[in-house]
Structure formats: structure tokens, C-alpha cells
């Protein structure tokens, strides 16, 4: 191959200058202009040095001025070559000067651009990272502004491979003024270390790593978790969204120790048993896992030491106690004569945690109102699945934990792998039937009015918004039918997007599961405060005590005005833990659907029978 001739060289080299970019090019033109003004000034003193003054500077002045300000030409006067020159060095500026603001606007638009994209480095502390973009982003968010409301300075800050202005935008159309706390928005993706080091990590209060939407989006979260494994410096609190049970081990082996993984469709299977089982128990953990109102809060607090966990239950004004923490163990409803160490930790639930304050003198308890009723023995069920998806095996195989020997579970849906693969149930028998479940009279001849619970699951097969309105239209079908014949069953109907709830509600079905809320609302309650992992795990697992709504008459006499502090000693006495009530009348009522958690002990109600107290008991 022939060796490259000094001109091929030479061009190579004024191609690689001119690729640098902006600054290069100017440098070229300040050398053009440069050679110009010195051709035009020795010219001028050669020519014309009668009418130069002041030698070689004068003459450089001259035609620096010309090539900067072309018009300054029309002013001149003298001999025509004199003239000829400084025209030459006009028309060298014209071109110069053009091209020098072509250059400059450009410039300052790819810097702009680059701006606009967000691929500057955070040098913010203590804020909070969210990696990812999904619909839960938004749950996250809007959680964690209402949490930091009162703090000054709080910082959210997103890495997306999505651009910089249309994250921002779709986060205030959505949520509006986020108030006190700052959002910072990159362009990246999270599984770029390069990418990652634009977040400031080492310097931020915890990490949120989303699940995308898509094919696989576990690989994206695995992923992500190694690059924050990888990197170097301090590693912050991380918590992620895995939607597999079946990839947790290998998140886990990614993720390192300090990352708390939460499993979506575990956690949104048991809520959806629980719920089918207890009227309103979706609502109670929304409840619990929001910012809105009450919060839970683990306290040390010596005083409390020389009691007993029963003892403890009306210790505080402002709070409700739902369990202990015990040398790193969390056990919510422990049996009432469990006694509390000085480095005993208590779980309790508050508005905010200056309203964790140890009373002064117990609140006055209505021993007179106090009933005591016997608890039924459980008895076989009857229960409905419309529809079929991927986590449908879990909440059947959570469901056979649950129900007494002997009961039905008839599953009624067009999937094609309905009722398949669920093999070793010990209660439950299951019989499967083809079934469109958005059909008047496929759902009449099911004899709905047979059946105790009834579960609406969302078709995987369909796009969110399309399986949401197949949801839609199956509840107001299964309301309308109800009306008609008069019967009652409990509805709890899974769905995928929040926007639906508000139509949902219509329908006035028992309990609405928004699966990707209530993993946000979890995140985002992880990202605050990772301690709280044990607390939320115990709530969703099946063994130990969870949430019930049971009804007031087998607590209290119905009617009768007493204080919370009364509906507390009550439950006490059968072994369980008292955090709110639930009323009748608000069953159908947005946001709260008639659910009071942490009441004030003092203040009088009157519950009915129609009413539930809700208890953390064993079932």
C-alpha cells in the first residue's frame, strides 16, 4: 500500500482539528483573520506609506477595524490602491464576521441542547435517586413530596433514558407544585456507569430503582443493581421492584446486602387474598403505606420498660401501638404479657412523629360497653376468580392457606392456562370453566349468588388500559346483577392504572387493588425509611398476626358512645391490637371509604352493627 503523500498528511491533520468542534473552528478563523489583517497592513505600508500612520501598528489597527466593522469603509478617503486594500480587508470581515456568528449560534445551540437533555453532573447531598421511569414514578414522587412537605431543600433527582424536558413535563402535569422539594431530571440509562456517575451517588440519602415496563424488566432491574454494585465510593440505602419471584435470588446476589428488594407480584397476590377475605383491607394498607395521614414509626422509649406490651396499648395521646421491636425482630400484635426491654423498640402508628408522646393519664375505658363474643369457628367458602393472569397460581395457592377444608374455588375465564399447574392444595377444590368474563350471560350462568367472595383478576394477555376496561365492565355487570337479584358478595377486583380507580368506584366494588400503586406507595415508604422493611413484610406475610375488619358488635354494644381507648381495652382482651374503625356509611366515600386508623383515643363513637373494628389478630 502506497505510503500517504505529505498533502494527504496535511489534510488529514486540518480534518482532525476541524472535527474537534466549536473552539477549533474559531481558532481557525482567528488565524484567517489574523493572516488577512497582516497581508492587508504590509500590503498598505508597501503600496501606500504615505498614508499609514503611525508604521505597522497604525496600519494593523486599520484593517482590524475594517475586517471587524465592514461599514467603517463608506468613511475612508485617499488613493485608490489604499482604498482597493482596506475594500479587500471589508470584504475578508464580511465573510469572517458571518461566518463567526454562524459558529457562535451554533454553539450556543448544541449547548443548549446539551442543557436541554440534562447530561450535567448533580452536586446535590442527601437527595433522593430514582432510576427508571414507569407509571409508579409518579405514585413515588407524589409520596415523597407529601413527606418532605415540612423540610426545606428536599431534592428528588431522576436518571431515565427519556429527555429531560418531557419527564418534567409529564411530572407536573400530573402531580402540579411539588412544593418545597426540588426535582432534578437526567438523560441516561441506569445500567451506564458513566450515566450513573452524573447522580452523585456517593452523596445521596437512598436509591429507588424502577421495574420498566416491557418484556423482562427484571433483566433492566438486575441489571441496574450490578452497575450500582460496580461502582466505587459509599453505597446508599437502595431499594428495587422485582416483578418475578423467581429472579429475587439473583437480584439479591446483584444487589449486594444494603439493597431491599420488594417482590410485586407476592406482595400484590397476598393483598389481593387478603382483601377478598376482609372488606376494605386494601383500603387500610393504602392507608398505612401513604404520606396522607397516619404513618408508622418505631420508638425506644425506657419509660416503657417496665411493662407489658398489653400495658403499653393506650401509653400514648397522638399514637396507636401495633407491635415491638425486639433485638432486631419485628412481631406486630406479640402476645399481651410480652414485656418490653429498655432496647426494646416500639411500632406505632402517628400523624407525625412530634405526636409520639407518652400521656399523662390513660384515657377513661367503658368497661360497661365492653361485649365479649365468641369466634366463629371457619367454615367451608365458596369462592369466584373471573379472569386469569400470571399471578393467579400465587393467590390461589395463598387463598387454600386461608379458607377451612372442604371449601370451592371455581375459576371462570377464556385464558387458556386457567386453572392449570395447581397442584398440592390441602382446602381447597378447584374446578376451571371456560368463561368470557365481560359477558351478561356468561356471567349469569355462573350463579354468582353461590358464592361468598368473588375475585376480578386483570388479563395479562391485554395492554393495561384495554385489560383495565375488560375489568370495568365485568364490575358493573356483577353490580348490575346484584341489584337485580338482590344478593351479596364481596367484589375485590385487581386493576393496573390509578386513573381507573375514580371510574372503578362507580361500580362500588368491595376492594379495588391498584397493584402498581401500592408497590410505588411501598418503595416510596422503603426509600424514607428502610427500617420499616420488617414492619411491611410482617403485614403481608400470612404467618403471625395480620389486618382484620371485623364487626364492632363483637367489641362493643352497638350504639353506644365511648372512646377509642374502650374499642382498645376491648380487643385487648381477646389477644388482638385495635388501630382504627371502619363505617357503614363511608363505605362508598373516596379517599378513606369510611376507614379511621390511629383515632383519638378521648374522642366519643357510636359504632353500629353494620360497622367494623380493625385489629390486628391472628387469624
Not at 500500500?1 to 488529514?12: C, I, K, N
Not at 493572516?35 to 498614508?51: D, K, N, Q, R, Y
Not at 452524573?198 to 429507588?208: E, F, G, I
Not at 400503586?517 to 395480620?546: K, P
Amino acid at each position: 500500500m502506497a505510503r500517504a503523500t505529505l498533502r494527504e498528511r496535511v489534510r488529514y491533520w486540518f480534518d482532525n482539528t476541524m472535527s474537534k468542534g466549536t473552539a477549533a473552528l474559531i481558532g481557525w478563523l482567528a488565524l484567517v483573520s489574523a493572516v488577512l489583517i497582516l497581508v492587508v497592513s504590509g500590503s498598505a505600508l508597501w503600496l501606500t506609506p504615505a498614508e499609514v500612520k503611525d508604521g505597522l501598528p497604525g496600519a494593523m489597527w486599520a484593517a482590524l477595524m475594517r475586517t471587524l466593522s465592514p461599514g467603517k469603509i463608506a468613511s475612508d478617503g485617499g488613493t485608490a490602491p489604499y482604498l482597493a486594500l482596506m475594500l479587500v480587508a471589508s470584504l475578508g470581515g464580511i465573510f469572517i464576521v458571518s461566518i463567526l456568528v454562524s459558529l457562535l449560534s451554533t454553539g450556543l445551540k448544541e449547548k443548549i441542547e446539551d442543557l436541554r437533555k440534562g447530561r450535567s453532573r448533580i452536586i446535590e447531598a442527601g437527595h433522593t435517586v430514582i432510576l427508571g421511569w414507569s407509571d409508579q414514578i409518579f405514585t413515588i414522587v407524589g409520596e415523597l413530596v407529601k413527606a418532605n412537605a415540612s423540610q426545606r431543600g428536599t431534592i428528588i433527582a431522576i436518571l431515565a433514558d427519556r429527555d429531560k424536558l418531557t419527564m418534567e413535563d409529564e411530572i407536573r402535569s400530573r402531580l402540579g407544585d411539588t412544593g418545597r422539594t426540588r426535582l432534578v431530571c437526567r438523560t441516561g440509562r441506569p445500567t451506564e456507569p458513566a450515566d450513573l456517575a452524573l447522580m452523585n451517588l456517593q452523596d445521596a440519602s437512598s436509591v429507588v430503582v424502577l421495574s420498566p415496563h416491557g418484556e423482562d424488566p427484571d433483566a433492566h432491574v438486575i441489571k441496574t443493581l450490578l452497575a450500582l454494585a460496580k461502582r466505587s465510593g459509599a453505597h446508599p440505602p437502595t431499594v428495587a421492584a422485582i416483578a418475578d419471584s423467581a429472579n429475587m435470588a439473583a437480584a439479591r446476589l446483584a444487589g449486594g446486602p444494603k439493597v431491599h428488594l420488594v417482590d410485586s407480584d407476592d406482595t400484590a397476590a397476598r393483598l389481593i387474598v387478603q382483601s377478598s377475605r376482609q372488606s376494605g383491607m386494601s383500603v387500610v394498607c393504602m392507608d398505612l403505606l401513604n404520606f396522607d395521614d397516619g404513618e408508622i414509626y418505631l420508638r425506644a422509649d425506657p419509660s416503657l420498660a417496665t411493662r407489658t406490651y398489653g400495658e403499653s396499648l393506650a401509653a400514648f395521646k397522638g399514637a396507636t401501638v401495633i407491635g415491638l421491636r425486639k433485638s432486631g425482630t419485628v412481631t406486630l400484635n406479640p402476645p399481651m404479657d410480652t414485656p418490653i426491654g429498655t432496647a426494646d423498640e416500639i411500632i406505632v402508628i402517628a400523624q407525625d412523629d412530634s405526636m409520639i408522646r407518652l400521656a399523662g393519664s390513660g384515657a377513661k375505658v367503658d368497661a360497661t360497653a365492653i361485649v365479649t363474643a365468641e369466634r366463629a369457628e371457619s367454615q367451608p367458602e365458596r369462592t369466584l376468580i373471573l379472569g386469569w393472569n400470571s399471578r393467579a397460581r400465587k393467590i390461589v395457592r395463598y387463598l387454600d392457606g386461608y379458607v377451612a377444608p372442604g371449601s370451592v374455588l371455581d375459576i371462570a375465564a377464556d385464558h387458556p392456562d386457567a386453572g392449570a399447574d395447581l397442584p398440592g392444595l390441602r382446602h381447597l377444590t378447584v374446578n376451571a370453566k371456560d368463561c368470557d368474563t365481560t359477558d351478561r350471560y356468561a356471567l349469569e350462568s355462573l350463579s354468582i349468588g353461590l358464592y361468598q367472595h368473588v375475585i376480578v383478576l386483570s388479563d395479562d394477555r391485554y395492554a393495561a388500559h384495554h385489560a383495565d376496561t375488560r375489568t370495568l365492565m365485568t364490575l358493573l355487570q356483577l353490580r348490575d346483577m346484584q341489584t337485580a337479584l338482590g344478593e351479596r358478595y364481596s367484589i375485590v377486583s385487581e386493576m393496573h392504572e390509578e386513573s381507573n380507580r375514580a371510574l372503578a368506584e362507580v361500580t362500588e366494588a368491595d376492594d379495588i387493588v391498584i397493584s402498581d400503586t401500592v408497590i410505588g406507595l411501598l418503595l416510596a415508604q422503603l426509600a424514607e425509611n428502610q427500617h420499616l422493611a420488617d414492619v411491611f413484610g410482617y403485614l403481608f406475610d400470612s404467618r403471625g398476626s395480620e389486618i382484620y375488619p371485623r364487626p364492632a358488635g363483637d367489641y362493643l354494644k352497638p350504639g353506644v358512645p365511648v372512646g377509642f381507648a374502650t374499642v382498645i381495652e376491648s380487643a385487648r382482651r381477646r389477644g388482638e391490637t385495635a388501630i382504627g374503625y371502619r363505617l357503614a356509611s363511608g363505605v362508598n366515600h373516596p379517599p378513606h371509604f369510611g376507614v379511621t386508623l390511629n383515632p383519638d383515643k378521648s374522642q366519643a363513637i357510636a359504632l353500629g352493627p353494620h360497622d367494623s373494628v380493625i385489629v390486628l389478630a391472628e387469624r
